[in-house]
């Protein structure tokens, strides 16, 4: 028996896939890449992920899925944040968080590792952090208190 995909969660993959297909189309991320210092290694792993989510979008990305969305995620706010960035911290929210998954493009400790390795590079600023926040919150309100210890935690990482 097939197991079914929540709306927020076909939601939440669609977004992490958008950012993801944003930063392939521009060329920053693929195979034998170093993104913004983080590595050839890093980049690649990153790009793997892009591609898992990208073989199943069929399962995440209908127009059903877009609307909810768009319905939850309306604020016009301008932020500067980097794509590969906001998806990683979604992924990380998303592994994270005690929330029934059905996709898991990524394990627990991978996403852990990539999230280090970014916030080491000292290139994650708090814009990133509060923004994809802020996205995981509207899409999951009541993981609201999860989702701001974790902010919280990661901010001190940044600003140690």
């Known amino acids: 028996m097939k197991k079914k995909i929540s709306i927020e969660e076909k939601?939440?993959?669609?977004l992490i896939y958008s950012f993801l297909e944003k930063a392939y189309r521009d060329g920053n991320i693929g195979l034998k890449k170093d993104y913004v210092g983080l590595g050839s290694e890093v980049t690649t792993k990153i790009y793997n992920i892009y591609l898992k989510l990208r073989q199943t979008r069929r399962s995440f990305a209908d127009l059903?899925?877009?609307?909810?969305?768009?319905?939850?995620?309306?604020?016009?706010?301008?932020?500067?944040?980097?794509?590969?960035?906001?998806?990683?911290?979604?992924?990380?929210?998303?592994?994270?968080?005690?929330?029934?998954?059905?996709?898991?493009?990524?394990?627990v400790k991978e996403i852990k590792t990539l999230l280090e390795v970014v916030i080491n590079?000292?290139?994650?600023?708090?814009?990133?952090?509060?923004?994809?926040?802020?996205?995981?919150?509207?899409?999951?309100p009541e993981k609201e208190g999860t989702i701001e210890f974790l902010k919280q935690n990661i901010l001190k990482k940044i600003f140690v």
């Open 121 to 140: 590079s000292r290139d994650l600023n708090k814009d990133e952090v509060e923004l994809a926040g802020k996205f995981f919150v509207l899409i999951y």
């Open 11 to 14: 939601a939440l993959l669609l």
């Open 64 to 107: 059903k899925v877009q609307s909810f969305l768009l319905k939850r995620v309306n604020d016009y706010a301008i932020y500067e944040v980097d794509v590969v960035y906001l998806a990683l911290l979604l992924l990380y929210f998303y592994r994270i968080s005690d929330i029934k998954r059905v996709i898991n493009p990524v394990s």
